[in-house]
């Protein structure tokens, strides 16, 4: 990996070959793969399945990308081919603006889901790109941003995640370049994007609130009123708030740290066993040591918003449900958060170690051979 990442280093000097650029190459070839593979088509992205959209109990479960299709084909009557309509409707997003740049014609929905989703993970690297700058480090770790498993995962299955973290590395160097009423709105459609943003907003709001700038206490704190509004508009309208643990089959968030993963070994410890191989190395063992990083961090004074953001991104993995611990493709999504807090937070320190290490959750894409399964 470092021999890989030295020869790009060497190469840097062309200004046309920057992190962007290699993530949009290499997500470009990984698509054109894909449509290769299923003949042209473009439908193979969303991953429909029979359950859902053609409503046979025993059917094919399909994949999440389907819901945000269907919502993008008919926003306002998609609710009999969602499995949890609230919590599908509240990552309204995606497939909006999916509607909106296919001109509201059906055939071209499956092919602006795509292209949406390419775009979103060209910015957020961008953006992320031009954060390391700032920090004084290599901008070439923003790679392992661009091309980490969980988003690759979400261009292939058409998934809300690319384009929510993506608006959260936008928001986070708009506040860093003192645009700060920008990073506001990029917030507030973030977690429209997907609910999990609202974990960085959080984190810039106890920082500003620890350094009395009450000001941008306010602002931060408005920028959810367009998330809570819309909350209000489900419950009116379906019966439920959006928010919750997941979709069909979901389990409630545990109460106990780790508790949804040693959950799975009182079902089956060889499954245990199994999980723990991926899940342990993705996931548990980097938001612990987010915790104990950001907590020495905090110790030390510093409660910078992105110090924050480690801190909360990596206790939120500790609280997760079972079912989201027991499909490993579900925690490689939902660990998105912790690797793009952990990368700025490496740069922040200008830790080589960290940035380093934080290369290895490039082998996450290993997981794509597998295929996708489970609900997040």
């Known amino acids: 990996m470092q021999i890989i990442l030295g020869g790009i280093w060497k190469m840097q000097r062309k200004k046309w070959l920057t992190p962007t650029s290699v993530t949009v190459f290499i997500c470009l070839i990984y698509v054109l793969g894909v449509l290769i593979s299923a003949g042209g088509e473009p439908l193979a992205f969303v991953l429909l399945g029979t359950r859902f959209s053609e409503g046979n109990p025993q059917g094919t479960e399909g994949y999440d990308g389907q819901f945000a299709y269907q919502i993008a084909r008919n926003p306002l009557g998609a609710a009999p081919f969602l499995?949890?309509?609230?919590?599908?409707?509240?990552?309204?997003?995606?497939?909006?603006?999916?509607?909106?740049?296919?001109?509201?014609?059906?055939?071209?929905?499956?092919?602006?889901?795509?292209?949406?989703?390419?775009?979103?993970?060209?910015?957020?690297?961008?953006?992320?790109?031009?954060?390391?700058?700032?920090?004084?480090?290599?901008?070439?770790?923003?790679?392992?941003?661009?091309?980490?498993?969980?988003?690759?995962?979400?261009?292939?299955?058409?998934?809300?995640?690319?384009?929510?973290?993506?608006?959260?590395?936008?928001a986070m160097l708009a506040w860093a370049r003192e645009r700060r009423g920008w990073a506001?709105?990029?917030?507030?459609?973030?977690?429209?994007?997907?609910?999990?943003?609202?974990?960085?907003?959080?984190?810039?709001?106890?920082?500003?609130?620890?350094?009395?700038?009450?000001?941008?206490?306010?602002?931060?704190?408005?920028?959810?009123i367009?998330?809570?509004?819309?909350?209000?508009?489900?419950?009116?309208?379906?019966?439920?708030?959006?928010?919750?643990?997941?979709?069909?089959?979901?389990?409630?968030?545990?109460?106990?740290?780790?508790?949804?993963?040693?959950?799975?070994?009182?079902?089956?410890?060889?499954a245990f066993l199994l999980i723990s191989l991926i899940v342990v190395p993705m996931s548990i063992l980097p938001s612990l040591l987010g915790i104990v990083l950001s907590g020495r961090t905090l110790r030390e004074g510093d409660f910078r918003p992105l110090v924050l953001s480690l801190l909360l991104n990596a206790l939120v993995v500790l609280f997760l449900p079972t079912s989201t611990f027991r499909e490993p493709v579900a925690m490689l999504r939902l660990t998105q958060g912790l690797v793009a807090s952990m990368i700025l937070y490496g740069g922040l320190t200008s830790s080589r170690r960290i940035l380093n290490n934080s290369t290895f959750w490039l082998a996450t894409n290993v997981l794509l051979l597998r295929g996708v399964a489970g609900s997040g």
């Open 83 to 170: 499995d949890v309509p609230a919590y599908r409707y509240q990552r309204i997003l995606y497939p909006i603006l999916a509607r909106l740049l296919a001109g509201g014609q059906l055939a071209l929905i499956p092919w602006s889901l795509i292209l949406v989703n390419l775009i979103a993970i060209a910015l957020g690297t961008w953006a992320t790109e031009r954060l390391l700058t700032d920090l004084r480090v290599s901008r070439w770790y923003a790679l392992t941003y661009g091309l980490y498993g969980g988003q690759l995962l979400g261009l292939r299955a058409d998934l809300n995640e690319p384009l929510a973290q993506g608006l959260v590395q936008l």
């Open 184 to 224: 506001v709105v990029a917030f507030s459609l973030a977690a429209l994007g997907k609910e999990t943003a609202l974990i960085f907003l959080v984190a810039y709001v106890l920082a500003n609130l620890k350094y009395r700038q009450w000001r941008w206490v306010i602002g931060l704190s408005l920028g959810a």
């Open 226 to 270: 367009p998330f809570v509004a819309y909350q209000w508009l489900l419950w009116v309208w379906l019966g439920s708030f959006g928010v919750g643990s997941g979709g069909a089959g979901a389990t409630p968030f545990s109460l106990i740290p780790l508790g949804g993963w040693l959950t799975i070994a009182r079902v089956s410890v060889p």
